[in-house]
């Protein structure tokens, strides 16, 4: 059997047919164009898996069920995407709405607990019962993976790690708290707080490798002039890191996973991020003798996990 995975995102709406272990056979994608109504952007969403699985050469009758993962707060229960601001969606009837153009069992969570889903079956924590996947981007998207399945809550709104405080009347968060750990690990974060030290350091490596333009200054550029020995790029990986670590180490107090899978574009620094991370991180953890401790690696599935964790859903219900 196969599964149709619908990653809805508020730029586009990318779908795959994935097989029982969790491989994209083929994908496609199309603009979400998010100004529109919602039942315009869910027939593009219906009409895109048809088409994905005409040009897969696979029956209907092979498709199992179709899986979504959006940004927001479902009730999967009842197939409804409840809140998902950056698609101006309220109380929208998902399941109902992809069930006017084809006729299989449709399942809806949100975009951090699919891709937790997702690495969990064919990524880095691939044969862990108990995980956690953390994207690191405009957010700090978190989804945990408990005995093998995602854990919502009773209110399928859980685990919104990104929103727990680490600095008390700290920096203020997009949530409308301060002090969140999304204000200070995402990479909007980092971008803000490299742009920062560039103004206040003017004679600094970032300045140079963005020719003065600090609209140009990404994730990547401070970690890049830290692997050149610049001391103002070293000083803001050290305190991201630290901001970083800090919050891992409550993942792992809370939850004791046998993985952490950090995604999104910082992960693309690879061991030079992770390997001081890990010393970071064992260094707040409170189990640090007598119990095997939490892995902390790379997410694998990168942009394809939003496709893959959402139709692994109807493999798991």
């Known amino acids: ?122 990524g880095a924590c691939k044969g862990a019962r108990h995980s956690v996947t953390i994207t690191l981007g405009t957010g700090v998207g978190t989804g945990v993976v408990i005995d093998g399945k995602v854990y919502s809550g009773f209110n399928n709104a859980a685990a919104e790690m990104g929103h727990m405080v680490i600095v008390v009347d700290g920096e203020q968060c997009t949530c409308g708290r301060k002090g969140c750990w999304e204000a200070y690990a995402s990479a909007t974060a980092l971008i803000r707080q490299t742009k920062k030290a560039a103004v206040a350091n003017p004679d600094s490596l970032i300045n140079k490798l963005v020719a003065g333009d600090l609209s140009r200054i990404n994730a990547k550029v401070p970690f890049d002039a830290a692997r050149q020995g610049d001391r103002v790029g070293l000083q803001i990986v050290e305190e991201y890191m630290k901001y970083l670590a800090e919050g891992l180490a409550n993942v792992i107090n809370i939850f004791q996973p046998e993985i952490i899978a950090i995604g999104g574009g910082i992960s693309k620094e690879g061991e030079y991020l992770l390997a001081p991370l890990r010393k970071l991180v064992s260094e707040r953890i409170y189990t640090v003798e007598g119990v095997p401790q939490t892995r902390i690696v790379a997410a694998q599935l990168g942009n394809d996990a939003g496709i893959v964790g959402a139709a692994m859903l109807g493999k798991m219900y």
């Open 1 to 122: 059997m196969y599964y149709i995975g619908i990653d809805l995102g508020g730029t586009n709406i990318a779908v795959g047919l994935v097989d029982e272990e969790g491989k994209i056979i083929h994908k496609d994608s199309v603009p979400t164009l998010n100004e529109r109504e919602y039942p315009e952007i869910i027939k593009d969403m219906a009409m895109l898996s048809l088409k994905v699985i005409e040009d897969s050469g696979v029956s209907l009758k092979e498709v199992k069920s179709i899986g979504i993962g959006s940004p927001g707060t479902p009730n999967s229960e009842e197939g409804i995407l409840v809140y998902a601001n950056n698609l101006k969606f309220r109380n929208v009837p998902m399941r109902a709405e992809i069930q006017k153009y084809i006729d299989l069992p449709v399942y809806l969570d949100n975009d951090a607990n699919v891709a937790a889903l997702a690495e969990s079956v064919a």
